[in-house]
């Protein structure tokens, strides 16, 4: 079993918990002082691409990527000469091919395009109070960083203040929360997508979006996630939400109604109940007819006036992979998020995803082998996002390179939301008579923290290009967490222009598989990428023996 480093002296960065590949702790807790590599990042921005110290300290480089196979053992390529991707009016003169000049847009889309400023988007940040109680840092941050945010599954049913009738909502003021905090900051850069499953479905959040909305906002269906194989789930510490939950049709576990677990309740034996979502296409026996339901679908989804729908899945096995790429292609969707085991948010039963599905790796070299196929057969794929365990610039580089040309986006789940944990923290502090409403934790500045300043124009390095993009006015309004994500984002932007620099590629487009090499034999044979000793060398023979 690999372990992986607990801290960094060179960055600086500790891990609370047990590490894992990401550089993410196992359990990311909303009240951590510190300091990971993310959350560091989410204060200092791109300073901590380099050692601390600059300057009195050299440091050396320590990695397991030649052992098993994962993002770990695929390796960056760099190149000696060439430049690729230089747009006018740029040349390629060296004073031009600089990594700053490095354009990481993107856009996806099947007819009509969303342009994002960075290749990367949020996971589904839905019905879990984690979700709810930090939307506004995740959802400006998003906003102000150009990139893609998607309000996840049940977000309506599990609202208390929602009211829904005969399968329509009359009311829905948490999803009115989240899509408009979004739009308050948007700029024509990224997007705002709101997920589906059977229950969102039922209740009728589409013809709901669409009549308050219109096609401004981005409708996904979901199809499954990377953590786990069930439906999701919240947890509510409440017999009245808890019977609330199981009125509005969920599956709730234990019973809130049942008159044994009432008293065990009452008794403190049991202190909270599990919702349940439902799993899709029960009714269905083969794929033929999963196919038929979902064209008919998005059919239905286009007709309300969706001009975009995306599809989100999870780590099934290679059928389940095909149909959702097939299927997509064939509805012409905008975007396919394909999960990898080891994904998600991880509000899922421990072990399960610990032991199912197919980690992110071998799920994606799949997925970029299927729609090859497809490609070659002149069939249109739709543009694929990966996700599954992503946290750092170099999981940005490899995902969407290993997908190439078909992936636009990498998907992060856990990462952006550090950031909005961090700053909700320290801003609580600064407004301790707002710290219940921002959920902050703290009620002085960590030594972690104060290592970097005693207010918050020191502390955070994305507050002036914050200020200076929305103006100083409005900066009462900015939350610190999506400050904190703006200078996250900064960091992940700029360690990705210097390796797309390094491997002569200035601009997204130009990425390929050619710009990776396997560290070890066993990720050869998985992934079709040649063995770092192999690429290239019949290439380097023909140099010698000239």
């Not at 951590?32 to 050299?58: D, I, V």
């Not at 019905?127 to 150009?146: D, K, P, Q």
């Not at 790796?361 to 997925?367: C, F, G, I, N, V």
């Amino acid at each position: 079993m690999i372990q992986w480093n607990k801290s960094n002296d060179a960055l600086g960065t500790v891990n609370r918990g047990t590490p894992c590949e990401s550089g993410l702790c196992t359990l990311c807790d909303s009240a951590c002082k510190g300091k990971c590599e993310t959350w560091l990042a989410s204060l200092k921005g791109r300073k901590l691409l380099y050692p601390r110290n600059f300057g009195q300290t050299t440091s050396g480089a320590w990695h397991v990527s030649t052992l098993g196979v994962g993002y770990h053992s695929i390796r960056i390529k760099g190149y000696a000469y060439g430049a690729s991707g230089i747009e006018p009016p740029l040349t390629n003169n060296p004073d031009d091919c600089l990594f700053t000049n490095v354009n990481i847009t993107t856009e996806f889309g099947h007819e009509v395009k969303t342009r994002c400023r960075v290749p990367v988007m949020t996971g589904a940040l839905g019905s879990t109070f984690i979700a709810r109680n930090y939307w506004e840092s995740f959802a400006v941050g998003a906003a102000l960083c150009g990139m893609p945010i998607v309000v996840g599954e049940n977000v309506v049913g599990v609202d208390q203040k929602s009211v829904i009738k005969n399968g329509k909502i009359e009311k829905a003021p948490e999803m009115d929360r989240r899509i408009d905090t979004f739009f308050r900051y948007h700029d024509g850069y990224g997007a705002i997508i709101v997920q589906m499953n059977v229950e969102d479905t039922s209740n009728g959040v589409a013809e709901y979006i669409i009549d308050k909305y219109g096609d401004k906002v981005i409708l996904e269906l979901k199809w499954g996630q990377g953590a786990k194989n069930i439906g999701g789930e919240i947890q509510v510490k409440t017999l009245k939400y808890a019977k609330f939950l199981k009125d509005r049709g969920y599956l709730v576990d234990p019973d809130p109604y049942d008159p044994v677990v009432e008293t065990a309740f009452r008794s403190r034996a049991i202190s909270s109940f599990a919702r349940h979502s439902r799993l899709g296409s029960t009714d269905k026996n083969n794929p033929e007819e999963v196919r038929e339901a979902f064209m008919q679908r998005v059919d239905y989804l286009r007709k309300l006036g969706f001009s975009r729908i995306t599809l989100k899945t999870g780590s099934y096995g290679m059928e389940d992979l095909a149909m959702a790429i097939r299927y997509a292609a064939d509805a012409g969707l905008d975007l396919l998020t394909i999960d990898g085991s080891g994904g998600g948010t991880g509000m899922s039963p421990w072990n399960m995803m610990q032991h199912w599905g197919i980690p992110s790796l071998p799920l994606h070299t799949r997925a970029y082998e299927y729609c090859k196929i497809l490609d070659e057969k002149g069939i249109r794929v739709p543009d694929i996002s990966f996700a599954g365990g992503f946290a750092r610039e170099d999981h940005i580089f490899k995902s969407i390179s290993l997908g190439a040309p078909f992936t636009k986006l990498t998907c992060m789940g856990r990462a952006p939301m550090i950031p909005g944990f961090l700053g909700s923290n320290i801003e609580g502090v600064f407004k301790p008579d707002k710290r219940a409403r921002l959920y902050g934790h703290w009620e002085e500045l960590p030594p972690a923290v104060k290592d970097f300043g005693k207010y918050p124009e020191e502390i955070f390095a994305g507050w002036e290009p914050v200020k200076e993009k929305v103006g100083k006015d409005e900066m009462d309004r900015i939350p610190f967490g999506a400050i904190a994500m703006y200078a996250f984002i900064d960091k992940l932007s700029c360690g990705l222009q210097q390796f797309m620099a390094g491997a002569r590629k200035f601009s997204m487009k130009e990425l390929t598989r050619n710009d990776l090499v396997s560290a070890n034999r066993e990720t050869e044979e998985v992934t079709g990428i040649p063995y770092m000793l192999d690429a290239e060398n019949e290439e380097a023979l023909a140099i010698l023996n000239a």
